[in-house]
């Protein structure tokens, strides 16, 4: 039996549309199977501003498809953010295509009702041996920023209506949408799940894209980071008032003063190493500050085209009862 809630998918892909269309029938076959009421939200990212045939074909044989095509590549997060903002389900389901399997839909969606609004994905991903590493470290340094999130978490999310909301009304979408989402305040849960096997992707898992997302979660999201830099120019001022009261009583005590040099240098590299350091998170948050009093969208549209059949032609939007079938504990849609 059908589930009788409306729920969207939401995928971010690269264009051309027509290369994701054996995955996308897999989905829609999928939903209609087990939902009365869906839609999948595709994003394109920038790089083309043309709908081919083929892409047109797409449209005319998948049905409740919605595509929006974005000007111009963005942020990862930002066309996450685009696909939520757009997606009008009582539950938004953060789906890749390349990597995880469709069961995992309604799985996520079942969860969510439970009393979850927000359901986080958890898999084994591939990635190097030093971001591994890396993860584990920066793990607990993001713990210190109140960011928490499962081990080997993955973009895939299902959130009900009212966290939706909450992600997409409350600040710049750049910021780490998967923090935003964790610090949305509702209940949220783990979903333990395996990836598609021949999914082999590994760009987003290496060292420099580690330490590239640790920044940003840490700039973006909290101003704690400031002020560790703050303490530690406090340190370094305190060290070099210490060193100038030594080399005084150095003076007073000896006549002629030679030794120490290599000393003086390796301090004085010392407090140049945290001058920089310091300089780096500063311009950091000045950037965020540029950003924050910006006029610009986060994001663009170029086009936005849908299947030539968006709604299930057998039935009608009037109920016989007020309350659902199903329960639903996150007061989304009809049982409120």
């Known amino acids: 039996m059908k589930d009788d809630i409306f729920v969207s998918v939401a995928v971010v ?17 999928y939903l209609d199977s087990s939902y009365t009421d869906y839609e999948i939200v595709i994003v394109g990212q920038g790089g ?37 903002e757009n997606a009008i389900g ?25 009393g979850f609004d927000v359901v986080v994905g958890v898999a084994m991903q591939p990635g190097t041996k030093a971001y ?10 993001l713990s210190l920023v109140d960011y928490s999130l499962p081990r080997d978490a993955t973009h895939l999310r299902c959130l009900s209506r009212r966290a939706v909301n909450s992600v997409t009304r409350t ?88 030794e120490g040099w290599t000393t003086t240098i390796l301090f004085m590299s010392t407090l140049f190493m945290i001058q920089f350091i310091m300089m780096a998170f500063f311009g950091e948050y000045i950037g965020r500050l540029l950003d924050e009093h910006s006029e610009r969208a986060d994001y663009s549209v170029v086009f936005e085209k849908n299947s030539s059949l968006m709604v299930n032609s057998s039935r009608i939007n009037v109920f016989k009862d007020s309350m659902g079938s199903g329960k639903n504990y996150v007061q989304t849609g009809r049982d409120r």
């Open 13 to 29: 892909i690269s264009p051309p549309l027509s290369d994701h269309e054996s995955k996308l029938h897999g989905i829609q076959q």
């Open 48 to 84: 083309t501003t043309t709908f081919s045939r083929k892409d047109e074909s797409v449209l005319q044989s998948v049905p409740c498809l919605r595509y929006i095509q974005l000007t111009a590549r963005v942020e990862e997060d930002v066309a996450w953010a685009a696909a939520l």
């Open 171 to 258: 600040g710049r979408f750049y910021h780490q949408l998967s923090m935003r989402i964790q610090k949305t305040g509702f209940p949220q849960a783990a979903y333990n799940y395996r990836l598609m096997p021949d999914f082999h992707r590994v760009s987003s898992h290496s060292l420099f894209a580690g330490v590239r997302s640790l920044l940003r979660l840490m700039v973006f999201n909290s101003l704690r980071p400031l002020r560790w830099m703050s303490g530690l120019g406090l340190l370094g001022s305190l060290c070099a008032f210490i060193f100038s009261l030594y080399s005084l009583l150095i003076h007073l005590v000896k006549s002629r003063v030679i």
């Open 132 to 141: 591994r590493i890396f993860r584990s470290v920066s793990k607990r340094i």
């Open 90 to 114: 009582d539950f938004v389901v953060m789906f890749d295509p390349e990597a995880d399997p469709v069961h995992v839909i309604q799985d996520t969606v079942v969860k969510c009702k439970s």
